[in-house]
């Protein structure tokens, strides 16, 4: 009744048209990790970045190179 929530399973990551982005707040120093489309422009988020543990199951879950990334602000 109490116990922990599961896990939900992963969306898996469609490389084409998208790719691996790391929004931080310039004010706050909050980070998501999420996917944006080339396309259109539009960010999904799909974890927020805690700690480096955070940063790490993202990249585990989606199959990610850490080297993939970009950072925007």
């Known amino acids: 009744m109490f116990g922990r929530r599961k896990k939900q399973a992963a969306a898996p990551y ?3 048209g ?3 982005v790391i ?3 310039i004010c706050t120093g909050e ?3 999420g996917f944006k489309d080339l396309s259109s422009g539009k960010f999904e988020e799909r974890v927020l ?3 480096d543990r955070d940063l790490q199951e993202f ?3 989606y ?3 850490e080297s993939e990334i ?3 602000w």
């Open 23 to 25: 929004r931080s707040s």
């Open 14 to 16: 469609q490389k084409d």
């Open 63 to 65: 199959q990610v190179e």
């Open 31 to 33: 980070q998501v990790a």
């Open 59 to 61: 990249l585990r879950q």
């Open 70 to 72: 970009r950072r925007e």
């Open 49 to 51: 970045l805690r700690d």
């Open 18 to 20: 998208k790719i691996p």
